[in-house]
């Protein structure tokens, strides 16, 4: 029996929102990038004007376009690993780590001793905030090459970072050794002596840096520091006043030289250790100097002025939780974690730092302890609707989708409008396969939010449900337009392409999520059925079996999601197309043991036993699949295919 249409299964992504929207910054830039291109590589003119191009606009700041060039060399040599290294490189500072991640991997398949891309490894730990996994990186890198002066630059700045000036200043030093006039260093160890305590010492290095470029502004602000907090003002207010002449917008000169000019003019020094007697007020004014960097998302200068605060009043609330939330934005998540809790030991009933301390065991994964926070928090305020939200989330990331809808509908009880809970539960029910249900959350989103890129996927996937696939594409798109590497909207997108039979650019789109995140689920699912489409059985198979092992890490009876099956049923699917029916009806029948009512795995099951001659029983489970879903367009396909091959 020929001609039989194989049903081509719905993938859906579910996109889960949070309450705090985490930012991750970059500490430090790095100029580590592979530029010489040598007669060994044998590369062509093209591609190396490629290179050239790609490596402007990296140091220029314009990832996106410079990966669109890496591209056009891999796309000629795939082996190519400047290219390869410095896609990996372009990826991580725009955010998008695990990509970045795989292709340093891929380049350290090519040449394991390459040391940019090792450098790169480091660097991508850097810009999360994970130091420690960082420095072992930069040490690979040293290992090879001990003059490397970007591991060693990177390597000082994370000790100090750390607050480990003994560590750092070594590090300074042995650069010095090699480049006696390099400015990093320098100033490097000029910080860490100012951050020991050893005001006049940093003085010296300041000037160093000074001799080498007279205009050095980090240098002049670190000399009217270390003259302020030496008592010497007048030298504090000249150093000020030099900034302010080449740069008056300079973090904040101004308010610096007016703590200089108040302390010199009517503030009480006390002789042995020099502590400033400032008032309640001159705290407060102080700790709004914080707010006002922390609004302008200029987080490492906030934090200096929270310590201000703190080194007059240890226990100050404000100060405290507002340095463990911008630790937290700036995903030092070890760190701010240790700030939340000094804010519980002054108020343990502070609700927002129960929260966020939930938030950061879900940034580790670790979504059952964050959990108990959000409990912690509840006994305080049941009625907290950003508590009740990111307990929701937890839920939904343990795949416990029901629970996570009633803790949604807890929080909307509270606030009809709480826009977390709306787009989460519009997610949820999603995954449900509520389809339209779906559609109405993610329009009372849009009705708040018209610009909100969830809901735009969100309302995507719903009628990508409901087989409206031309209009589930427009709203995919609206989201590409503004994020073009959103992984969730390239996969769903995919899955659009697919149901309207459009499989090579379903491929496209597929691959293009692939490339940001390889293990992205939805995508791996969505290419094994494109694949499929385009007549590539045995590659489609591959894939499904490869989104299969991704995410089966319990027997298959238990906890699988709608996902997990839509994998299922398109292996089924696969093996149909390649006559290998028994094997097919295995996994089908897996799929009806975890959930008896799905209607496309009763359909292909129908088509297999008419294929094998068994046409009445055939139809009965056709028949059974549209009780479920009367409307379901694959499966009246198949059962008109039947009724014609039956006549």
């Not at 490629?50 to 220029?60: C, E, N, P, T, V």
């Not at 060039?69 to 990996?88: F, R, S």
């Not at 407060?284 to 605060?309: C, M, Q, R, S």
Request: aromatic share 10%; proline share 3%.
């Amino acid at each position: 029996m020929v001609g039989w249409a194989v049903p081509i299964l719905l993938c859906i992504s579910i996109i889960v929102t949070t309450s705090l929207l985490l930012s991750m910054q970059s500490l430090y830039i790095s100029t580590h990038i592979p530029i010489q291109i040598t007669k060994a590589q044998e590369v062509s003119t093209d591609i190396e004007n490629y290179l050239k191009q790609a490596h402007s606009y990296f140091y220029d700041g314009n990832d996106s376009l410079a990966i669109t060039i890496y591209d056009k060399v891999l796309a000629i040599d795939p082996k190519n690993v400047n290219a390869t290294v410095m896609k990996g490189a372009s990826l991580s500072y725009l955010g998008q780590y695990n990509g970045a991640m795989t292709w340093l991997d891929k380049a350290l398949t090519i040449d394991p001793k390459n040391t940019d891309a090792l450098f790169y490894k480091g660097n991508v730990y850097d810009l999360q905030g994970k130091y420690e996994q960082a420095l072992l990186w930069y040490d690979k890198v040293l290992a090879i090459d001990p003059k490397d002066m970007d591991a060693l630059i990177n390597k000082g700045f994370i000790f100090n970072n750390l607050e480990k000036y003994d560590n750092a200043i070594p590090i300074y030093e042995k650069i010095l050794e090699i480049d006696p006039r390099n400015v990093n260093a320098l100033y490097g160890k000029g910080l860490a002596l100012f951050s020991k305590g050893q005001d006049e010492e940093s003085l010296i290095w300041y000037d160093k840096v000074l001799a080498v470029d007279p205009n050095d502004k980090d240098a002049i602000y670190g000399k009217g520091l270390a003259f302020y907090y030496l008592g010497k003002y007048q030298e504090s207010i000249d150093w000020y006043d030099k900034l302010l002449e080449i740069d008056p917008s300079y973090n904040n000169v101004s308010y610096a030289k007016k703590l200089a000019l108040d302390a010199q003019e009517n503030e009480i020094i006390d002789a042995g250790n020099q502590t400033i007697l400032i008032e309640a007020d001159e705290r407060d004014t102080l700790l709004n100097k914080g707010f006002e960097f922390h609004n302008k998302n200029n987080l490492h200068e906030a934090i200096v002025w929270y310590d201000k605060v703190l080194e007059i009043d240890g226990k100050n609330i404000s100060a405290l939780f507002s340095k463990a939330l911008a630790l937290h934005e700036l995903g030092k998540y070890e760190e701010a974690s240790a700030w939340y809790d000094k804010v519980l030991a002054v108020e343990p009933s502070d609700i927002d730092s129960l929260v966020n301390k939930g938030l950061i065991f879900e940034s580790f994964g670790n979504y059952t302890e964050a959990l108990a926070w959000y409990d912690k928090a509840l006994d305080i305020d049941p009625t907290d609707e950003h508590t009740l939200s990111s307990k929701g989330n937890a839920l939904m990331a343990l795949d416990l989708t029901e629970e996570a809808i009633t803790w949604f509908d807890k929080a909307l009880e509270v606030n009809p409008n709480e826009i977390v809970s709306l787009t989460s539960k519009g997610g949820a029910l999603v995954n449900l396969g509520r389809y339209e249900n779906a559609l109405n959350y993610t329009n009372r989103v849009l009705a708040i939010e018209p610009n909100n890129p969830v809901a735009w996927t969100n309302k995507g996937a719903a009628l990508m449900g409901l087989d409206k696939n031309e209009e589930a594409l427009k709203w995919v798109d609206k989201a590409l337009e503004v994020d073009p590497n959103d992984v969730f909207a390239l996969s769903n997108k995919a899955g659009a392409l697919v149901n309207l039979k459009r499989y090579e650019e379903a491929l496209a789109a597929a691959n293009k999520a692939l490339d940001i995140d390889p293990n992205q689920i939805i995508a791996i699912s969505n290419k094994g059925t494109a694949l499929l489409g385009v007549g590539k059985d045995q590659e489609a198979l591959e894939w499904l079996d490869k989104g299969l092992e991704l995410y089966i890490k319990k027997p298959l009876e238990v906890d699988v999601d709608r996902n997990q099956i839509l994998l299922i049923n398109n292996k089924a699917a696969t093996l149909v197309m390649q006559g290998k029916y028994q094997e097919a009806l295995t996994w089908l029948n897996l799929t009806l043991k975890i959930e008896p009512n799905n209607a496309l795995a009763l359909g292909n099951k129908g088509i297999i036993f008419s294929i094998l001659g068994q046409e009445d029983e055939g139809l009965t489970l056709i028949n059974k699949a549209l009780e479920i879903e009367p409307n379901n367009t694959k499966v009246l396909e198949l059962k008109k295919q039947l009724v014609e091959y039956m006549k």
